[in-house]
């Protein structure tokens, strides 16, 4: 401690200790200093800056928490790097790597306090505290009533001539309620009536969303009749010369932004608010779904061309004006098959948009044909059969049933058989094959969200009308079903029921409820100038040297929230509210112009410059420095359970968080290595399939940057494997020190970086 000391008043700075600075007594001392005027930058070496962040806030104050605990005590043990005696202090063969790591953390934190500023909020020049609900379903009209419920305006815009969507045409409902073994009526009646007891809750029916303009608290929202034509309408679908080259195949993003402003002869028309627009603070996404449309080779061995095989939502249809009678005649059906999958064989995946739902719809029309016809019988054959929760209930009973048959299995055939069908399948849970004689076949159509087909919201952004890089979510509405329920690539658009994903009326409720308070904290977020999530709270913003700008549209292009509009020129201009402060633009920008008051290119930069660098003329054999710059969202955690868990990793490796890996600018890595560091490490969160990245495209963007800095390396005499780039997730922790250690052996194999020493 009393070395630490030394570091700091070597610096000029003062330095007070106390052994437990986190307790009322450390707290007040320090708060003391503070309205004594004594203090308006402090340097907090504790523990890591996870922990008892609302205890180390000090108003009007910087503050930087120096990690020496989970960062440098617990996952250092003295028993492999032991102090150093006083006479071995002095003695160049002679290091001590843990000290050495807390000393540079010191000089870390102090240089970044003096290249940061308190951040002061962005506050829109008009401010809505209305809500817009798209769709007039069970999920919109959930939705609207919760936001109202909570004293805020909401306005649904539905484009039918009445509410009540998917809901009001069924013919009943899985159960809500205990025992959850009877059908109910739909509840959308009830849901409508109590609609009209609310004031605060303005009805648009007949109406379409030309466009949405504008950012979070201050939406402009033009609104039309279905079919009219005028002049803020976006358009959609997009043409083929916008997103397809000359061979037809699929651009990518910036090559389709550029496409996009050529469409639009590079006009600023589609970034304009219409001057008698609406606006509104937050928007809610609940448009719903339309049934497949089951068509194709792939169906053909399910006789789709056959007028009694149909999908369960003309079955719905059917039902819904009476009893179940047949297409072809309007003859009784009393003998009907479900088929759940349309796999000839056993692992063969079921009706794409599938899930839960379809199975417990398969149940409900069972049921149908049971309450028709007392002698009826159902056949439900399925490769999974799924009732979540206490649908599990409904499912039992209907097992009871002797008129209703399930059994797993694989449909290889439905043919003409007379008047009649003939189901075949085989490897049933009966260990034989099956030929099912049935009035009418059912195929379970998925639920397929509106956005496949329709952006929707149709927003007036440069990347375009829509949700960029929707095929990663089959096209649901969503930027990240993991760590984000209801939030879309888009700031301010919140996402519930079945654009989110398949949904029963329960689901879509209890959904509904999510998005509502999410549009809530949108909109109080906004008005106090800070961020809605992942950073929460976050009052800093994009700010820009535009002096220095190239026009090179890598920040418009690469934000992964359409944040940035850009002029004709590419000037970029920025719509803070829109802004999820991850710092993808700061990282894309070559000429680093892009700043955030308290995270800036020079703040990272003047760190890693921080960082001793031991060479020959130091020590007779100098201890290797490794930099890891790490995602804050689940690296840095998992590096600090590594050292609540007391895992060793070696001290030689320097760790400076990151707000995302999309932030990290190349400068930093070239510094790094400039001044003789020996590697550096990226490490961030998983991306692809399963996408965890916090900010959607951050870590796979560090990727590719780190894999083009080949040359510029080759150009220096380096070599490629100096530079590293990692994922992992925040339940991976035990994962991280064999990863660090790997490469820090690596880097020891290649040897000492040249530049060591100059």
Request: glycine share 8%.
């Amino acid at each position: 401690m009393e070395d630490l000391v030394d570091v700091v008043e070597e610096e000029g700075n003062n330095c007070t200790t106390h052994p437990f600075l986190c307790s009322n007594e450390g707290v007040a001392r320090i708060q003391k200093d503070v309205d004594d005027g004594k203090v308006n930058a402090m340097v907090i070496g504790a523990c890591s800056r996870r922990v008892n962040f609302d205890i180390f806030k000090f108003d009007g104050c910087i503050v930087e928490r120096v990690n020496l605990r989970e960062g440098v005590a617990w996952p250092h043990s003295r028993e492999k790097y032991p102090a150093l005696t006083e006479e071995q202090k002095d003695d160049e063969e002679h290091f001590d790597r843990i000290q050495m790591k807390a000393e540079d953390y010191i000089k870390m934190g102090m240089i970044r306090v003096e290249k940061v500023k308190l951040p002061e909020p962005y506050k829109t020049e008009k401010s809505s505290r209305k809500i817009l609900v798209l769709g007039g379903g069970i999920t919109g009209i959930s939705a609207a009533l919760d936001a109202a419920k909570a004293g805020f305006e909401v306005t649904i815009v539905e484009k039918e001539t009445s509410l009540g969507g998917y809901a009001a045409r069924m013919r009943s409902q899985m159960p809500v309620a205990e025992p959850f073994e009877q059908l109910i009526s739909p509840i959308i009646d009830e849901k409508i009536a109590e609609l009209k007891e609310y004031p605060n809750i303005t009805v648009k029916t007949g109406t379409e969303v030309a466009r949405i303009a504008g950012q979070p608290g201050e939406f402009t929202v033009t609104f039309k009749k279905p079919g009219e034509k005028i002049p803020f309408d976006v358009p959609f679908p997009l043409p083929p010369e916008m997103i397809l080259d000359e061979k037809g195949n699929e651009l990518d993003a910036e090559a389709q932004h550029a496409k996009y402003l050529e469409y639009n002869k590079g006009k600023l028309d589609i970034l304009k608010l219409d001057p008698d627009g609406e606006l509104y603070g937050a928007v809610i996404l609940a448009a719903g779904w339309r049934p497949d449309r089951l068509k194709g080779d792939a169906y053909a061995h399910l006789g789709i061309d056959l007028p009694d095989v149909i999908t369960n939502d003309e079955f719905e249809k059917i039902a819904a004006k009476g009893k179940i009678v047949r297409p072809s005649d309007g003859k009784e059906a009393k003998e009907v098959v479900f088929i759940q999958s349309p796999g000839k064989d056993e692992d063969d995946a079921d009706f794409p948009y599938c899930g839960g739902v379809t199975s417990q719809v398969a149940l409900k029309q069972a049921k149908y044909v049971r309450n028709d016809y007392p002698d009826g019988k159902a056949y439900i054959v399925y490769q999974h059969m799924r009732t979540p929760g206490l649908q599990e209930n409904f499912y039992k009973s209907i097992q009871q049933d002797n008129g209703i048959f399930m059994t797993k299995g694989a449909v290889t055939e439905v043919s003409k058989a007379g008047n009649s069908l003939m189901v075949e399948a085989h490897n049933t849970l009966l260990g034989k094959d099956l030929n099912i004689k049935a009035d009418l076949v059912v195929l379970a159509a998925g639920m397929v969200p509106v956005t496949v087909d329709d952006p929707v919201v149709n927003l007036a952004y440069r990347q375009g009308p829509g949700f960029r890089d929707n095929d990663i979510f089959g096209g649901y509405a969503d930027s990240n079903y993991i760590c984000f329920p209801y939030e879309t690539q888009r700031t301010g658009v919140y996402a519930a029921g079945a654009v989110r994903r398949s949904m029963t009326i329960e689901e879509s409720m209890e959904d509904a409820a999510g998005a509502a308070l999410k549009a809530i904290q949108c909109i109080e977020s906004a008005n106090r100038g800070v961020a809605v999530h992942p950073r929460s709270g976050d009052m800093t913003f994009p700010e820009f040297f535009f002096q220095r700008c190239t026009q090179c549209k890598r920040c418009t292009v690469e934000c992964p929230f359409g944040a940035l509009d850009d002029d004709e020129k590419g000037t970029p201009k920025a719509n803070p509210t829109r802004c999820r402060r991850c710092g993808t633009c700061m990282g894309a920008c070559p000429e680093r112009i892009i700043s955030f008051a308290d995270y800036t290119i020079d703040s990272i930069g003047s760190q890693i410059k921080a960082i001793g660098v031991p060479s020959e003329d130091d020590f007779d054999e100098p201890p290797f420095r490794i930099l890891a710059l790490v995602c804050e969202n689940d690296a840095y955690p998992a590096l600090d359970m590594v050292g609540m868990n007391r895992i060793d990793y070696s001290p030689d490796v320097r760790v400076i968080p990151v707000r995302c890996l999309g932030s990290v600018n190349s400068i930093w890595i070239k510094d790094a290595l400039a001044q003789g560091m020996d590697g550096v490490i990226l490490i961030g969160c998983k991306h692809g399939d399963d996408y965890q990245c916090h900010f959607v495209k951050g870590s796979e963007l560090a990727e590719v940057r780190v894999n083009k800095m080949g040359d510029a390396l080759k150009s220096l005499a380096l070599e490629e494997e100096r530079v590293r780039f990692e994922e992992i997730a925040i339940d991976e922790y035990d994962k991280l020190p064999g990863l660090l250690s790997d490469f820090v052996e690596e880097i020891e194999a290649l040897g000492p970086n040249p530049f060591k020493g100059f």
